[in-house]
Every structure is written in C-alpha cells, then in structure tokens.
C-alpha cells in the first residue's frame, strides 16, 4: 500500500507568524481518517517568521523530533537546556513526565521545519533534550538514521528516541534511488522536503507525504535532486 497525500490536501493552520501544514489531525485539524500512521501522530510543515516563535508551553509523553529544513530554531527549556539547530540538522526532546519548553525563529528570514511527535513505548520517561548535526554530504544517496529507539541503530550516532521507531534521511541526486527494507508489521511515512520522487514507481511532489504498508522493499527514486525524511514505526 502506497497513498500519496498531496501538500494541498494537508490540514492548514495559518496566522501573522505561521504557515502550518498538518499530515495528522492537529488542533484545529480534525480529519478521523488522518489521526496518526503506527506510532506516529504528527507530522506538521511549518514555516515560522522571523524573530517569531512558540512560547513557553507544557508537553508529556511524546518524543519530538524536529527536522530543520531552512534556516534555525532555538529551543530552551526550564530544564535548563538551551541549542541552536541549524538547516539539515535534527533536534529531538523527549517530553517524558513533563516538560515546558519554547521554539524561537531568531533568523532575520523565515524558518521552515518538519515537527514530527513519535508516541512514546510507555508514559513517564525521564525529559530531556539534545541536538546533532547531520552534514548533508554524509547522508548523499543512503538513508542515515537521525533519530532512532531502534536496536539496529545502537551506537551509530542517532539521536535517541524512547520507542522502536527510527527518523531517516537522504539526500538523492536525480535519476539516483535508495532502498529501505520494511519489516513486516512496520509502517514508514515519507515526505521529500525538496525534489519530486517515485517511491515503489508511485510518483509524489516536494512536501507531499507518502504512506507505505505492507511492502518489504521500498525504493525511492529522485525525479529530481531530492531530500527525503524517513519514518519508519511500528
């Protein structure tokens, strides 16, 4: 199962500061045949003005992931943790039992990042926060685990998540493929930030999402130069 969910037909959220896309019922967004694909629950396309930004606001018992597409974001916590995370580079924090933390486009342009909320396996992790930089050139044509709970991807350099379930990325040059094998019972969810692809020979535009069931292998090939983000979750 292949179906392309095209950016137009995303939940729309938008005010003076933010232009939000939401792949899941969000806020607002309310769609009972788009509230999460496995463990996945969200998956927001936001492009943030600058010197804007979320305040201070509480989350548990999600893992947050935020893949920075252009630009930066400034977290801080009342934890006391506080990172710039920069274009291509990845943020994860896992709300556990509770944290108040806020997100600040401090860039004179826009910022534009995908916010994506993993269920954790259980309630009650300890919170915390960390960033990685994660040079595009290190990840040309093979999928690189940016965030991961998953035992494969022990010690390779993964920001940790508290569930098995992994967030990758690629970049692809045109007319190049890369391959992802899809265990059985597992999902990924597959949005190219830049660049048109065919996945499995289905074809999706830049920010469309793709949901993929119940295909072992998964090829996706750049119709042109393209960013893909990964998702793979029970």
């Given at each position: 199962m292949i179906d392309v969910r095209p950016f137009d037909s995303l939940g729309k959220f938008r005010i003076d500061w933010l232009n939000a896309s939401h792949h899941f019922s969000f806020g607002h967004y309310v769609d009972p045949n788009r509230m999460g694909f496995g463990a996945l629950r969200v998956w927001n396309d936001d492009t943030i003005q600058p010197g804007t930004g979320f305040d201070p606001h509480p989350h548990r018992d999600m893992e947050i992931i935020t893949y920075v597409r252009k630009g930066a974001i400034t977290h801080m916590d009342r934890l006391g943790n506080k990172g710039r995370t920069e274009a291509g580079d990845v943020q994860v924090m896992s709300a556990g039992t509770g944290i108040v933390h806020a997100e600040?486009?401090?860039?004179?342009?826009?910022?534009?990042?995908?916010?994506?909320?993993?269920?954790?396996?259980?309630?009650?992790?300890?919170?915390?926060?960390?960033?990685?930089?994660?040079?595009?050139?290190?990840?040309?044509?093979?999928?690189?685990?940016?965030?991961?709970?998953?035992?494969?991807?022990?010690?390779?350099?993964?920001?940790?998540?508290?569930?098995?379930?992994?967030?990758?990325?690629?970049?692809?040059?045109?007319?190049?493929?890369?391959?992802?094998?899809?265990?059985?019972?597992?999902?990924?969810?597959?949005?190219?930030?830049?660049?048109?692809?065919?996945?499995?020979?289905?074809?999706?535009?830049?920010?469309?999402?793709?949901?993929?069931?119940?295909?072992?292998?998964?090829?996706?090939?750049?119709?042109?130069?393209?960013?893909?983000v990964l998702v793979d979750v029970v």
């Open positions: 600040y486009n401090q860039e004179p342009d826009e910022t534009q990042i995908f916010q994506i909320w993993i269920e954790p396996a259980g309630p009650g992790f300890e919170p915390r926060w960390d960033a990685r930089q994660f040079p595009k050139g290190d990840r040309s044509g093979s999928l690189v685990a940016l965030a991961s709970g998953r035992s494969v991807d022990a010690g390779n350099g993964a920001l940790s998540i508290n569930q098995d379930a992994a967030v990758l990325g690629a970049t692809i040059r045109s007319g190049e493929s890369v391959t992802h094998q899809l265990d059985a019972g597992r999902k990924a969810y597959l949005v190219a930030a830049t660049g048109e692809i065919e996945v499995n020979g289905v074809k999706a535009k830049a920010r469309d999402g793709v949901a993929i069931a119940d295909e072992p292998t998964v090829t996706i090939t750049a119709i042109d130069e393209a960013e893909i």
